[in-house]
């Protein structure tokens, strides 16, 4: 079967550091970030209308939560709720003591509605950690040691949590436990370095199927649960950052692009580079984003 994908910009001006889309299906709205710019970044699908909230750090990622005004953040000395309206932060991690050597990174809601994010070396060093947040409490810390956190992503039943050290060239998996458990030891799950590539952002579709950004051969690739490659899609940049299922029917993918990362790392050659894509067509469907429980 021969499928015709379209790729359209949905916004004029691209991103320095685009990461981390996100669709709410309950308001038709698609979040992202331009890290390097600090700003979240939304459009709402059904006014095709563009807002931004400017942040005052460098931001990693957004995660939905229980409140459509409110958003989950990583920023880079911690994690916080954003109140869409203000601007105004309230924090709920801040490691102590600070370090400068690491920022936040990538993260996502769990389907228990836990908030799992990583932290990167600024310049790569093996400094990074990985945390879970629950409600506005209980902060656990799921492993250390890391340069750069990516790919975070969860299957449909919620029993394993996929993730990669960028450097690695590998996606990872571990058993994820429903309660406050460990992680297990992981298991060697997908090996980007065959495909040219580190992983970047990872999306899980509705058929757990793993979605990878391969930011360096510009391209996205959907590996099947026992971590085959199903097929490789060719991306409109050639620097594909992060990637995420919306849209009305939730079978829109939407990839975030980069321009310039301002590390020096990842500068991108493609005149659309750092653009927001709408990629239809490709015949998958997503599936609706958990939100971050208060409570826990």
């Not at 006014?47 to 931004?52: A, N």
């Not at 909230?53 to 995660?63: A, I, K, L, R, Y």
């Not at 950690?129 to 750069?148: D, F, M, N, P, Y």
Request: hydrophobic fraction near 35%; aromatic fraction near 8%; proline fraction near 6%.
């Amino acid at each position: 079967m021969t499928l015709t994908i379209i790729a359209t910009r949905i916004a004029d001006r691209p991103d320095l550091l685009g990461e981390s889309p996100v669709w709410d299906e309950r308001i038709g709205r698609l979040y992202w970030v331009d890290g390097a710019r600090r700003l979240i970044r939304y459009l709402d699908y059904a006014e095709d209308r563009l807002s931004e909230v400017e942040m005052p750090s460098m931001v990693g990622c957004v995660g939905l939560t229980e409140d459509v005004g409110r958003l989950i953040t990583g920023l880079r000395d911690g994690i916080y709720l954003v109140d869409l309206a203000t601007g105004a932060l309230e924090p709920l991690y801040r490691p102590e003591p600070k370090d400068d050597r690491v920022r936040f990174n990538d993260g996502k809601v769990d389907r228990q509605g836990r908030f799992v994010c990583g932290t990167m070396g600024v310049h790569a060093d093996p400094v990074a950690e990985l945390v879970r947040i629950t409600g506005k409490q209980k902060v656990e810390r799921l492993a250390s040691g890391i340069r750069i956190s990516n790919s975070i992503c969860f299957s449909p039943d919620g029993e394993t949590f996929y993730f990669s050290d960028s450097l690695d060239r590998q996606i990872r998996a571990y058993h994820y436990s429903p309660e406050s458990d460990p992680l297990t030891e992981p298991r060697a799950h997908i090996d980007t370095s065959k495909h040219g590539s580190g992983p970047d952002g990872a999306t899980v579709d509705a058929e757990g199927f793993i979605w990878v950004a391969l930011v360096h051969v510009g391209k996205i690739g959907r590996f099947s649960p026992d971590g085959k490659l199903d097929r490789l899609v060719e991306a409109p940049v050639d620097m594909p950052s992060c990637i995420t299922f919306g849209g009305p029917d939730m079978d829109t993918l939407y990839m975030t692009s980069i321009k310039d990362s301002g590390s020096g790392r990842a500068i991108s050659r493609h005149p659309y580079g750092g653009h927001i894509f709408a990629l239809e067509g490709l015949g998958i469907k997503g599936l609706p984003e958990p939100r971050f429980k208060f409570g826990g």
